[in-house]
């Protein structure tokens, strides 16, 4: 983990980069990488690299960025890890290679070398990065396939720059602040801003699974290389039977946990009370991880409860022979680092605050590196959407085939019954959307519906946000070949959006903000090709009972049956408080009532707008 | 081995045209016959005043100002040739020229210029934009314009900045200096429209600070050249803030005397708010005199964000007038080279490569699945023209 920008002046007419600017864009990342920095320039100096460092593997000097080719031609900024480096080294070795460092970041080098952009399917891992070609005058830039490591561009015409988050690219003071439409409506419908919108016109993200090059002529629109879609499609195409799932779990989970220790530093774990926390916990045991330590977020407000996971999460390290490490939160904690969380937090999201607060107690305990089970439910069937989106497709699929009909019936509802319509406005939107898969997801992911928002913001903004934004057909295109059952599909919407706009991006800013790397060996594309032909054979709790097992010894029953309750905590209550407060008379409206994520949006969202007052789209 | 491409350009003026727009599409169809990209280039105008002859290798018909008989001559050109690319040289012609892409199934460009694409256009022009596989915009802020309303991927808009003639070059301007009879006096210049409809040249800002400037010490005399609707305002202005006698109404100089014009001048100001780019400032720079504007729209691109003019608020504009003419007249040859080197014809024609070799990349890349959410995609004769450009 580290945090990479530069800046090319693609333009004749540009002036050059100023070095200023390179810096401080880099600098404020320093939380990414506190461990050393670099910076770059090209020979005529129309191209800077920046680089923060986090030191991980080849923690010597030798590995330091932005790093260049012996022959001087390549040079690389890189975010993330590449889990079969070793293979890879030994594969480049045999080709004649020459390595001077033991760094993941010198195989970057090497590849693109020799294969140019069909690199990017030689890598397992988390990445963003960067390569500028001296000789080609150009910047090729790639994001893994599941966008765990973020990557942000800004293109004005003449300069294109790049960093690892928002916030660092306006620190540079070059990029235009102007609000995206698209972005401010995509935060409201979805509790995160959706890939590649950013809350600003002109910073846009890399999409997850693509590649882009950038040469005299302009950045060139991203490539797509990895489709998870497309996988889950293949794999349906041979699909395997039920029997073989907790083999096929077993194997590939082991596999992907034995490469996610890759690292010269230790390698902890969150873990809660769950099941995938657990099963990593003992899959790391079987993969010959010796000493480990567990850190479980715990609160006072559970103490004695059933709902304190740090006794069950206790006998799971007992049982695997690691060290736990139980960190207490209070009420009072959470507002103290309330104004610290929204400073770190890259783009308004409405979670993340746990992800905060067990980054800091690992970083407490030490740590650089840990292992978190997140991906489990999404790749294995663990949310409620399972089971909502094929029955509401089933229930209401013959609705959608007639025009019209559900927005009639909304507007008609609306009409009859305007109480219902503003405290159920999802139950009111069954009809409209739920028929189709895209449709169904939104309302079942959705913070507000797209008829909701002409009255929280501009109307203009939020007309103009939804036709660029196009949600609908954006749901509908990540299922593009189609997954082939019900259950992928679910994998792929799961994945492809709530799980990269909003956990995965939340866990890089709190992470990032402890300096301290998270690992995810659930989001893995090996993995997912893997387990592909047995997904459409997934039934509900079957995946998770599978990921159970999977360690050669067992997690208890207990974990099991108490079934997903992640890293849990009373925020609900101390976000109402805040939102109470920030609300202020309207905070009890029938529309806020009871609905803690809405209610903490607008606090969330409010304070992006303080930090840029060309945010300032929410009514009054 | 296959024909190069055929373009029909949609224009507003070109060969015989007047104005910036017209000598930006004459300069970029010109480079694009240089290149030796296309089989032919085929020119709608619908003005040309002036007599003026295309090169050899461009056909331009002749102007129709009628919208509905360009628009049936237009159509019927498209008809009988073949074409593979649409260049639409203004928004207001995008929609027309976006019909004959889809109906011929050729590639579209639509240029845009300054403040007719600033505003978001109909409905109908939006769409148009938005199914080009590219826009080129002559600045970063018409580019950013246009992206506020338009939903268009930002790859597909690429700045072409203005480009200046060869025939601007460093001089001592003595000769019209005499004519003039301004003697000693420093020369204020602004090169520009008087429109009563837009009023953004600035003109009037800088006879504002006339009074200020003088009163700094410098016995100035300001030359208006340009013509327009707006005049008597401005001598009006002139008269009421005393300084009538300082600023000289030249009207709209014949070409051959602006390069000359500009070499006379200590200064060329033009606090314009609405500039595309501002091709004025490039002459008066290649002509060796230093420049001044505000620091906003396309002025900033023109004066290189500084490193070539001067930019400055409305509000620092009288105190910057008076502190440029007492610093020494730069030297006049290395400013005209340095505003070459960043604007020259050289670097126009390399843009201008560039536009085509991203046009052909339209065919071959790999899209993004969303590409198709963005933008539909056209199928209709798409795959030929990467064939057709053996050139590139």
């Known amino acids: 983990m580290c945090g990479i920008n530069g800046i090319v002046a693609y333009l004749s007419s540009s002036k050059a980069p100023e070095e200023t600017e390179l810096l401080v864009t880099r600098d404020a990342m320093r939380a990414r990488g506190p461990d050393g920095f670099g910076a770059w320039w090209s020979m005529d100096r129309r191209c800077g690299l920046g680089h923060r460092r986090l030191s991980i593997i080849d923690l010597s000097d030798r590995a330091s960025q932005p790093m260049t080719t012996e022959d001087g031609r390549f040079i690389v900024v890189f975010n993330g890890e590449i889990y079969n480096y070793p293979q890879l080294r030994a594969e480049l070795e045999t080709d004649g290679a020459r390595f001077r460092t033991t760094s993941d970041t010198e195989a970057l080098l090497h590849l693109y070398a020799r294969h140019g952009a069909d690199m990017v399917h030689r890598l397992r891992g988390m990445f963003a990065f960067a390569i500028w070609d001296e000789v080609r005058q150009g910047l090729f830039l790639a994001r893994d396939p599941y966008g765990i490591k973020p990557l942000y561009t800004a293109n004005d ?46 910073v846009r993200a890399l999409p997850a699974g693509h590649t882009q090059w950038v040469d005299v002529a302009g950045p060139r629109e991203p490539k797509p290389f990895a489709n998870l879609a497309e996988v889950l499609a293949k794999g349906a195409a041979h699909p395997t039977s039920a029997a073989e799932l907790p083999e096929r779990v077993r194997a590939g989970m082991l ?19 769950g099941v995938d926390s657990g099963a990593l916990l003992g899959l790391m045991r079987d993969a010959e991880q010796r000493e480990i ?18 006794p069950l999460a206790a006998r799971v390290c007992e049982q695997y022979g690691a060290q736990h490490i139980v960190r207490h939160l209070g009420e009072q904690e959470f507002f103290d680092d309330l104004p610290a969380i929204f400073e770190a937090m890259d783009q308004p999201s409405i ?64 009409a009859v019954a305007p109480g219902f319509s503003r405290t159920r406005p999802k139950a009111l939107g069954l009809l409209e959307h739920a028929g189709s898969w895209p449709g169904a997801y939104l309302l ?72 301290l790397e998270i690992r995810v060996p659930l989001v893995d594309f090996t993995l997912l090709a893997a387990l592909a032909p047995a997904i459409p054979a997934l039934t509900p709790g079957e995946g998770k009972a599978a990921l159970a097992k999977a360690p050669t010894s067992p997690l208890p ?23 109470d407060e920030d609300l202020g008379p309207t905070a009890h409206t029938p529309e806020n009532k009871g609905l803690i994520s809405r209610r903490w949006s607008a606090t969330v969202f409010s304070s992006a707008t303080r930090a840029n ?8 | ?26 300069d970029f169809l010109g480079a694009l016959a240089d290149a030796g990209a296309m089989s032919t280039i085929t020119v709608l105008p619908r003005h040309a005043p002036d007599l003026a002859a295309p090169p050899e290798t461009i056909e331009q018909t002749l102007a129709r100002p009628g919208r509905i008989v360009y628009s049936v001559v237009a159509l019927r050109t498209a008809l009988f040739r073949p074409i593979d690319v649409v260049f639409c040289g203004h928004l207001f012609m995008a929609p027309l020229a976006a019909l004959i892409a889809r109906l011929k199934g050729a590639k579209l460009i639509v240029q845009t210029h300054g403040v007719e694409a600033w505003p978001r256009p109909s409905w109908l022009q939006r769409a148009a934009l938005e199914s080009a596989d590219l826009v080129l915009c002559v600045s970063r802020h018409t580019r950013a314009a246009v992206l506020s309303w338009a939903a268009v991927a930002p790859e597909r808009l690429l700045v072409v900045p203005n480009t200046v003639r060869d025939t601007f070059t460093p001089g001592n301007g003595s000769t019209t200096r005499n004519a003039l009879a301004v003697g000693s006096k420093r020369v204020l210049l602004t090169v520009g429209r008087m429109d009563s409809g837009q009023r953004y040249k600035g003109q009037d800002r800088v006879i504002a600070a006339i009074p200020y400037i003088v009163g700094q010490g410098h016995d100035v005399e300001y030359l208006v050249a340009g013509e327009g609707d707006d005049r008597a305002r401005l001598e009006a202005l002139a008269r009421d803030v005393g300084v009538r006698e300082r600023v000289r109404f030249l009207g709209a100089p014949e070409f051959r005397v602006l390069n000359e014009l500009y070499r006379a001048a200590d200064l060329f100001v033009m606090p314009s708010t609405g500039e595309g780019f501002g091709i004025a400032f490039l002459e008066a720079m290649t002509s060796g005199t230093p420049a001044l504007g505000l620091d906003v729209a396309g002025t900033r691109d023109a004066l290189a964000d500084g490193e070539l003019g001067s930019l400055v608020s409305e509000a620092e504009l009288p105190v910057a007038i008076a502190r440029l003419l007492a610093k020494p007249k730069p030297d006049p040859v290395e400013l005209a080279a340095a505003t070459r080197a960043r604007f020259g014809r050289e670097m126009f024609a390399a843009c201008v490569r560039n536009v085509l070799n991203r046009l052909m990349e339209v065919d071959g890349g790999v899209r993004n699945p969303l590409s198709s959410v963005q933008r539909p995609a056209q199928t209709v004769g798409r795959k030929s023209l990467a064939e057709k450009s053996q050139v590139l």
């Open chain 1, 157 to 202: 015409g003449w300069t294109f720059r790049f960093a690892s988050q928002v916030k660092a690219l306006l620190a540079g003071g070059h990029v235009s602040r102007d609000p995206e439409p698209a972005g401010v409506v995509g935060f409201h419908l979805f509790g995160s801003v959706p890939e590649p919108f950013t809350l600003y016109r002109d």
């Open chain 1, 255 to 273: 596999n992907s946990v034995r490469a996610h220790l890759l690292a010269d530093v230790e390698v902890g774990v969150f873990l809660s009370a």
């Open chain 1, 293 to 310: 330590r567990a850190i479980t977020l715990a609160f006072e407000e559970f103490r004695g409860t059933s709902e304190d996971e740090a």
């Open chain 1, 351 to 414: 979670d993340g605050v746990n992800a905060w607060f067990v980054s800091k107690a690992a970083k407490e305990a030490g740590l650089k590196v840990a292992i978190s089970g997140l991906g489990g439910d999404e790749l294995l069937g663990g949310y409620p959407s399972s089971l909502d989106l094929p029955r509401w497709r089933r229930w209401f699929g013959p609705f959608a085939g007639v025009p019209g009909l559900g927005r009639l019936a909304r507007k008609f509802i609306g």
């Open chain 1, 444 to 515: 079942r992911r959705a913070l507000f519906l797209p008829q909701e928002l002409p009255g929280l913001m501009d109307a203009e903004i939020a007309r103009e946000g939804l036709r660029r934004l196009k949600p609908l057909r954006r749901l509908a295109a990540s299922l593009t070949p189609d997954p082939r059952s019900d259950s992928a599909r679910v994998c792929v919407l799961e994945s492809a959006h709530y799980m990269r706009n909003q956990l995965l991006r939340d866990t890089d800013w709190a992470g990032m903000a402890h300096s």
């Open chain 1, 557 to 579: 029953n207990e974990t099991v049956i108490r079934g997903k309750t992640g890293f849990g905590v009373p925020t609900g209550a101390w976000m109402n408080k805040v939102a």
């Open chain 1, 613 to 620: 007052d060309q945010l300032e789209v929410r009514a009054s």
């Open chain 2, 1 to 26: 081995m296959k024909p190069s491409p055929a373009m029909l350009a949609l224009v507003p003026d070109a060969f015989g045209g007047r104005g910036g727009i017209a000598q930006y599409t004459r």
